[in-house]
């Protein structure tokens, strides 16, 4: 057996695959990743790629003649597809940001880091960045050299180059950010108005601000984003258990690890060759071979760099693989049924149950009733007793409507408002005084309920509110 072919050392193994962290330097040179290509690199180029065009062409689709989904953080009212959210109607959004919360959950302790590796938009932008620097430096050999080269021309023009494509695609970013929040129409179509000439100072500086934070973060803090600030991979090993799908190394079958010639039989050796290719595929720069660590987003890179090196030396794939820690360490089978499952499974399902009813139990129409406070009740100069009240009418429907008010069952008493007929555009609300006028020989003394409807003219929706009628004649 030659030098190269003697087995080495046998590593001492983990004691337990658990989520730990390396110490980072704050000085760490930046990671130029070696691009693979292979089964979950497919799907992550399909999922990430995938989500970002859904985020560029999302505020360009239009419902019913607007915006489809617009979140207009000034008025404030938000629209999705034709449904229209008030301030009133924010609770609505807690439940869908529990849900997800939920879901990201539930899918971390059964799949791990899947959504880091596949639908973040930190991985998304740090993946497309570093392949503008491919396209436009070479591979990671060349990518590496380059920044240890001295500065030339040809290094300050490639270095130009990428920065400028960065800045288009940050600029994108941003505008079709602010696109959720003010619309397509006030960025791009703004009356007779040139696109951005028309924009305010509001809109400027938030337009910089997102090209400048999308450039930093995709192309400067990359995975130091990952792995220093991101809270999400801290308190994952919280939720991790022994049947968490993980990437894992397989030590039994890789140690001792060494180089060795291809078809060459080396006794003692295990699977492993020690050719650092999953080290050099890594976007965070981390050896998957000392155990699961903070810094892995889980993007499978390292797997089919390993399964093409197990079929180019005649081994078998599956070195590096997803899998569990009973699984790998305790040799049986991952229980995928427990009772995690059903408790998500039960939160969830209330949490979407309470969702759908409060969607569905939204009005088109909604009123409140406000008392005058600063004087609830009085003799007018006819003698009637008189309480005046605000209406808070709310038009929720996408069409231009005409609302009538009225009394309900109030004998004694009259209703007069400002307006016979209040006509209100899609989506407005308007702050409506009336006055109930009562016969105190008729009325009682006290507090008597009274009902106020608010109805569209052509009867199609409608909304009652319940409220006091105050008369306390003064004793003598």
Known sequence: MSEQEKPKKKRPAPEKIIPHSKDMDATKKRVHPRFVTGKYQNIRVISMYAIFVAFLIAPWIRWNGHQAILFNVVEPKFYIF???????????????????????FMVTVYAGRVWCGYACPQTIYVHLYQHIEKWIIGDRNKRLKFDKAPWNAEKIIKTVLVHAIWGVISAITALTFIAFIVGTDYLFFNGSTPFFMGWGKMTWVFFLLITFVTQTNGGYMREQMCVHLC????????????????????????EPR??????????????????????????????????????CIQCAACIDACNEIMDKVGYARGLIRYTTERQLVEKQKTKIIGWRIFAYIAVLGACFVAATLVAVGRSPLEMEIRHDRKQLTKINRDGLVENSYVLKIVNKTDERQIYQVRLENATGMTLKARFKELPLQANEPYDLPVSIYGDPKVIKEGHTPITI???SKDGKYSSQAQDVFIYEPKKK
Do not use: H, N, W
Request: with cysteine.
């Open 258 to 295: 060494g180089a060795r010639k291809k078809g060459a039989v080396a006794e003692g050796y295990g699977d492993c060759v020690d050719c650092t290719m999953c080290v050099q595929v890594c976007p965070t720069g981390i050896d998957i071979r000392d155990g699961l660590q903070v810094e």
């Open 231 to 254: 809270p999400y991979g801290r308190f994952q090993s919280v939720m991790f258990d022994k049947d968490t799908l993980i990437v894992s190394y397989d030590y039994e079958r890789g």
């Open 453 to 455: 409807t608010v109805y």
């Open 82 to 104: 034709g449904a229209t959210f008030m301030p009133q109607d924010f609770y609505f959004f807690a439940f869908v940001f529990i849900i997800a919360a939920l879901l990201l």
